[in-house]
């Protein structure tokens, strides 16, 4: 059952300019991106900075305004006219920087349960019981409750954002690069007891990376993005043993690989995808150097590959 | 600082300065927004004043140095076990503490704070046991006698007592400085946070309300307003001052709750379901206090100033109800200035001492919000 | 630049519109009107009302408004009900005062308070430098017409140097050498009060610029590669700090031409913010209102100049 359905997304931004300031461009941040996310599944949104990604994620919170297109949660329209539906408690976001999106004046308790009092009214020690209950399950110590966010590290921190995100039991997270400020012997571990956490909650997720790498252990479905669009999308099995883009192709190739035995061979393929990708990629965009409309090559696998002919 | 914004509204920033030198402190203020822009590409912020210059990218990391607050020793399991109720939880150092913590390291603050706060309470004290109404009683047997045993700093042109209306006017013009500065500062910040918080048509709107009060040469219009109002009193006489005193804050306050805006703190807590009023007043504004104590403080010193300067020549409060510029007023004649000392010198001396004092405390809790620049 | 400029005029146009109509209120608001003072009061009541009539003083507000500003296209900024001149005559002589009295305190300001920053930046933390340091302290808690009162009492009544009042002395030949003599005599001391507690700023902001550019890589670089001392200051320290206050230089004339209220009443020197002053105690408004107008004029004038010499002497701020 798809509990998020994504349908033809447009955010664009004018671009303001001349004597009178009037609007002279549009900056298409996303442009057109249809997406379904199952319930209970993890779908990974891939792509350089400025691909949208990010745009994508706040759009489904509320959180940047739609120029055109639907967002379906559980059948519901978010961004229907007139009045709106709140489903704030519902959908929960991780974000990407765990230092600016942790008020600084603000302790531990206050921060996890700030969702919680906005939408039930507690007596405080149940609230602070319920707030203790949250940090056990993202693996902070007790005494963190009245702890202000700079005397954690940036792991503990994003747990913290982790603890405040689940507080409403929501049923779809956004994780907007949740790792990628942190140091790479924390992203591990913190991307495994977000997968634990995701499997006792029934969580769906919506998780943005511009990692391959780090998409590849969590999602069950891709979607790479470049310059506002899809240009790929399937099962991870699809993305990494059938990459039919040649802009996939060059991300998969960029993965890095520990193996020592295997640099000669993963040195050539890379260079061979280079070759391949410096001829090609221009044939595979758009006269605006944007991709194609995505068209299906199997049930779940969809490329934007130039209409042949 | 949003430069896409900035850009395209050079001229936005600029300012009233016609300023008649009673507010340095405004001007200096100017240089450095305007310097802002300057180094805004080189992103790094410059050293002396962080409060200012604090730029997303750079500043971030540094979350800790601006929120004053204290690291909580709290030995472990301390509130562990069992329940916790709200008496024994434990409490973390509150960012004011700091404050105080930095006034107290800082001598030459920790100094003007107690000669303020000496003056304050002597003068508000002793107000209470001195009648206004005889002590501005034209006595004309007294007239212009130096300090003797019955009149301790002598008498004015109508026999009137100086240290009695030294005392008052001291009280009316901290009364009247203390008033403007928490008018304005707080109609400033507002209006600076429903500016910059919201943005867009709404904060350009209101950013040409501010354009148009920085281009008037608001000693003139205050002092126009005062003329051809029938009458007023402390209260609106603070209220004509602050309406043109405002902008400063707001300009401040709007750049600052610009830069926090784009934080994802606050969109954090939009997702979460706060209102933009929780969020403006609960979050953002715990991280905006610093800066707004610092700039109350130094417009309080600014202020007591403008308001002297008004009564010096002679748009403040009549004689009959003496303010510290009034009684500066007295040595634009040449005669009381040249030979009758003891009228015009305590008020000058007190109106010196009350700016410096209150100056350095603010200076003291500026360089208290830039944690490179604390002393304790 | 010219684009921008245009853009700006365009810019400030409304708000000179709104500050002609908040004049204008503000006019009308004040007691008394143009005829009250110029009728004599033996005329009969029905003359004196065809007299409003005809002036159009009966008109609603908009009609006045209409045509006060079509005067003004025409150059009649009104006249002085107590000076019985018309406005711009009035100001016209005050104009020249109050040109002279800033000008000379620019100078001052530039003369003094830049050699005061430099060697405060550049020899920061010294005995000098905290003499100086203190000295902005102080100067920017007094307020200036305490300063100028302390000046006048010392260096006026006390030791006699300088005249303690108007801006020429009695008697004196206009065009004659000694007129221009007395002239200057008579603004030093003006000029100095208002030099003396208006270069703190520019101190203060020198300092620190220059303080902030040593410890730039670029000057690292140049003592690295040999430069000498002296000129690592006067060829790149220096020139990177002067450049912010260059850019004020359009804010602090308008400053001072603004004339200080302050300064020209205890030296009862016959400038603009004088006038400003007497016309309000002789409520004559019309003078007061064209004043009002006139430094909301400048202000915007000023703030124009700043930014033009600012992105002139500052590569990194385009104006398009």
């Known amino acids: 059952m798809t509990l998020l359905e994504i349908k033809d997304l447009k955010v664009h931004y004018p671009i303001k300019g001349g004597f009178f300031n009037t609007v002279k461009d549009h900056v298409k941040a996303v442009d057109g991106v249809s997406i379904k996310i199952p319930e209970g599944t993890t779908y990974g949104l891939v792509g350089e900075s400025g691909s949208g990604k990010t745009t994508t994620g706040k759009a489904v919170m509320g959180l940047n305004p739609i120029t055109a297109g639907d967002i379906l949660f559980d059948g519901r329209k978010l961004n229907a006219s007139g009045k709106k539906v709140d489903v704030r408690d519902d959908i929960q976001m991780i974000f990407q920087d765990p230092y600016s999106s942790l008020n600084a004046r603000k302790r531990v308790f206050d921060i996890v349960a700030e969702p919680i009092r906005n939408y039930h009214r507690k007596p405080k020690n149940e609230l602070a019981e319920e707030v203790l209950t949250l940090l056990d399950r993202v693996g902070l110590p007790r005494d963190a409750l009245y702890k202000y966010p700079h005397e954690f590290s940036g792991g ?21 690069e949740p ?5 790479v012997s924390v992203q591990a571990q913190v991307l495994n007891f977000m997968q634990e956490i995701q499997k006792d909650m029934n969580l769906t997720m919506m998780f943005i990376a511009h990692d391959l790498g780090v998409v590849r252990h969590m999602c069950q479905h891709i979607g790479i993005m470049y310059q506002g669009r899809l240009v790929e999308e399937g099962t991870a099995e699809d993305i990494f043993s059938n990459p039919q883009h040649i802009y996939t192709k060059r991300l998969i190739a960029a993965i890095p690989d520990t193996n020592v035995d295997k640099i000669e061979r993963n040195l050539e393929v890379r260079q061979t995808v280079k070759t391949e990708y410096d001829q090609n990629f221009s044939d595979s965009l758009d006269d605006e150097g944007r991709a194609f409309p995505l068209q299906s090559i199997s049930e779940t696998h969809r490329v934007a590959l130039p209409v042949k002919g | 600082m949003d430069n896409k914004y ?81 008496k024994n939880l434990p409490k973390s150092t509150p960012g004011w503490r700091i404050l105080i913590q930095e006034l107290i390291a800082d001598k030459l603050a920790l100094f003007s704070l107690i000669i303020f706060v000496l003056i304050t309470s002597y003068v508000f004290g002793l107000t209470m046991f001195l009648d206004r109404q005889t002590i501005v009683a034209v006595d004309l047997f007294a ?12 008498t004015d042109y109508g026999g009137r007592d100086i240290f009695g209306q030294l005392i008052i006017g001291t009280r009316n013009s901290l009364a009247i400085g203390i008033l403007v500065t928490a008018m304005s500062v707080g109609f400033g910040i507002a209006y600076g946070v429903v500016s910059g918080y919201f943005g867009g048509q709404i904060d350009n709107m209101m950013m040409r309300v501010v354009d148009f009060f920085m281009v008037l040469p608001f000693l003139m219009v205050i002092i126009v307003f005062v003329t051809i109002s029938p009458s007023y009193n402390i209260f609106t006489f603070s209220l004509i001052m602050a309406a043109f005193l405002w902008t400063g804050t707001a300009r401040l306050v709007r750049s600052l709750a610009i830069q926090e805006k784009e934080l994802d703190y606050i969109n954090a807590s939009r997702t979460m379901g706060s209102s933009h009023l929780k969020i403006v007043f609960t979050q953002m504004m715990p991280n905006l206090i610093g800066i707004i104590i610092v700039n109350s403080t130094l417009s309080l010193a600014a202020n007591i100033g403008i308001e002297s300067g008004l009564s010096f020549i002679g748009f403040g409060f009549p004689e009959d109800y003496p303010s510290l510029g009034t009684l500066m007023a007295y040595a634009t004649n040449s005669q009381t200035l040249q030979h009758r000392w003891w009228i015009w010198v305590p008020a000058a001396v007190l109106i010196l001492l009350m700016m410096l004092c209150v100056r350095n405390i603010g200076e003291a809790l500026r360089r208290a919000g830039d944690a490179r620049q604390r002393q304790a | 630049m010219l ?3 245009l853009r700006r005029l365009l810019v400030t146009f409304p708000q000179l519109v709104v500050l002609s109509v908040l004049v204008f209120i503000m006019g009308s608001m004040m007691p008394g009107d143009a005829l009250s003072g110029l009728i004599d009061p033996t005329i009969p009541r029905e003359a004196i009302e065809a007299r409003r009539e005809a002036l159009g003083l009966n008109n609603p507000w908009y009609i006045q408004y209409r045509d006060w500003v079509f005067a003004m296209f025409q150059g009649d900024f009104g006249n002085s009900i107590f000076h019985q001149r018309p406005v711009l005559d009035v100001i016209g002589d005050r104009l020249m005062n109050t040109i002279w009295l800033s000008l000379f305190s620019t100078v001052l300001i530039y003369l003094l308070g830049l050699p005061l920053g430099l060697v405060s930046g550049r020899y920061n933390d010294s005995l000098l430098d905290t003499t100086i340091t203190g000295y902005t302290y102080l100067g920017f808690a007094t307020p200036q ?14 030791l006699n140097w300088f005249p303690t009042g108007g801006s020429v002395g009695p008697g004196i030949e206009p065009g004659t050498l000694d007129f221009v003599l007395s002239k200057i005599n008579h603004l030093v001391l003006p000029s100095f009060a208002i030099a003396l507690i208006g270069l703190v700023g520019t101190v203060q902001y020198l300092r620190s610029g220059i303080i902030e550019t040593k410890q730039k890589d670029f000057i690292v670089l140049a003592r690295a590669k040999g430069v000498k001392e002296s000129s690592v200051y006067s060829r790149h320290i220096f020139r990177n700090s002067i450049l912010p206050i260059a850019a004020f230089f359009g804010y602090e004339i308008v400053a001072l031409l603004g004339g200080s209220i302050f300064i020209e009443m205890i030296y009862s020197y016959p400038g603009m913010g004088r006038l400003f002053l007497d016309s309000i105690s002789t409520r004559d408004f019309s003078v007061a209102n064209i004043l009002i107008l006139f430094y909301g004029f400048m202000a915007i004038v000023g703030a124009l100049l700043s930014d033009i010499i600012l992105s002139i002497v500052d590569p990194r701020i385009r104006i398009k």
């Open chain 1, 156 to 176: 503990q921190r994003q747990r913290i954002g982790v603890a405040r995100a689940i507080a409403l039991n929501p049923k779809l997270i956004i994780a907007d």
């Open chain 1, 179 to 183: 790792v990628s400020a942190l140091d």
């Open chain 2, 6 to 86: 900035n850009n395209g509204r050079l001229g936005r920033e600029h300012e009233e300065e016609n300023t008649e030198g009673m507010s340095e402190q405004e001007r200096m203020r100017r240089r450095e927004e305007l310097d802002d822009r300057a180094s805004a590409s080189d992103g790094r912020p410059r050293s002396g004043d962080p409060f200012e210059a604090r730029s997303r990218d750079t500043h971030r990391y540094e979350k800790g140095d601006m929120d004053m607050s204290v690291k909580a020793d709290l030995p472990h399991g301390a509130s562990g076990h069992g329940a916790l109720d709200s």
């Open chain 2, 143 to 154: 007239i212009n006698e130096p300090p003797n045993e019955e009149f301790r700093l002598g």
């Open chain 3, 3 to 5: 684009k921008f400029t």
């Open chain 3, 145 to 158: 017409f305490i300063f100028g009162l302390v000046i006048l009492w010392i260096f006026g009544y006390n």
